[in-house]
């Protein structure tokens, strides 16, 4: 396994203890910004994009995450009866636009790290989650299938020169495995990123410690929480910590999910949440961030009330 210049010395903090911060959100960002996030703006808007990376990182994130989730090549081809439907109605690009636009985030993440760090160590993780929906690990496919095409997915992440993945809001231990050993056979870091119910189980019903266990032999450089309202992430972190040796963490989504976009609320403010998020450290994490609905002013409270553990 190697390591870039910009993510080598935010893996050294994570192995001292100290904390590395994640960005916030994406999609629900650009929603905010008042763009649709249909098709990921990766092509039609990348000024907002890129905008928005370099917003995250001038708040102080260590680790921004490209605007790529769910896009594979499955994601297309499931608007559609099979490949052949697709190829007979869809547009032509459709079975090599994902890796297209997997490429194109990449670039964008670069960009904007390269007009706002200012040489500060700041890592591009390409991010992905499952392979069907996040929140239905009943849909998930056979082990080796996942597992190719994970590595489909992560070469062309590796390709296109991001420096770690996010393998986020992971459903089951079994797709947390299949993408660790596909992220181990084409030799990038990688951290991967539970979604938990309010008790912090898994939505298969599998425990943080089963997740641990399997994964402990193919060493992701950490384990986190995602894409769960702040009480069920924090319950999933106390699940984990007794079972895992490496780097934990969290991030967890503030607003409700209300189809097919995002519904804001207040209830966690940036000041709240950096109360939480210190409570979070308090607890053990070491990597924090922010998923749905926060926004780069809830990282940059977040890093402001971390900076001493950072």
């Known amino acids: 396994m190697s390591y870039t210049a910009d993510y080598e010395p935010l893996r050294g903090r994570l192995e001292r203890g100290r904390v590395v911060l994640l960005d916030g959100a994406i999609g629900t960002e650009i929603l905010r910004r008042d763009v649709t996030w249909a098709d990921h703006q990766l092509k039609k808007r990348p000024d907002v994009v890129r905008a928005i990376h370099a917003d995250y990182i001038a708040a102080g994130a260590d680790v921004i995450s490209t605007n790529t989730f769910q896009l594979t090549r499955r994601s297309f081809l499931n608007h559609f009866k099979d490949l052949a439907h697709m190829r007979h109605i869809g547009t032509p690009d459709l079975e090599t636009r994902w890796a297209e636009l997997l490429r194109a985030g990449v670039k964008l993440a670069q960009e904007a790290r390269a007009q706002t760090a200012g040489g500060r160590p700041v890592a591009i993780a390409g991010a992905m989650t499952t392979l069907e929906w996040c929140f239905r690990p009943d849909l998930a496919p056979p082990a080796d299938q996942a597992r190719a095409e994970y590595r489909e997915v992560i070469e062309v992440f590796a390709d296109a020169g991001c420096d770690l993945l996010l393998i986020e809001t992971v459903n089951s231990v079994g797709e947390a495995v299949a993408a660790a050993e596909a992220a181990r056979q084409v030799g990038i870091p990688f951290w991967i990123a539970f979604v938990c119910d309010e008790r912090g189980r898994l939505f298969t019903g599998e425990t943080l410690a089963d997740a641990a266990r399997a994964l402990a032999p193919l060493e992701p450089d950490a384990l986190l929480l995602n894409c769960a309202p702040p ?29 097919p976009e995002w519904l804001f ?17 308090d607890l053990g994490a070491r990597v924090v961030g922010g998923c749905c609905g926060t926004t780069p002013e809830h990282i940059a409270r977040l890093g402001g009330a971390l900076a001493t553990a950072r």
């Open 265 to 281: 609320t207040d209830e966690y403010p940036p000041e709240r949440y950096a109360e939480v998020g210190r409570a979070w450290v």
């Open 231 to 259: 009480p069920d992430v924090t319950a999933g972190l106390r699940e984990l910590l007794p079972h895992w040796r490496g780097a934990a963490g969290i991030y967890p989504h503030v607003g409700r999910y209300d189809p």
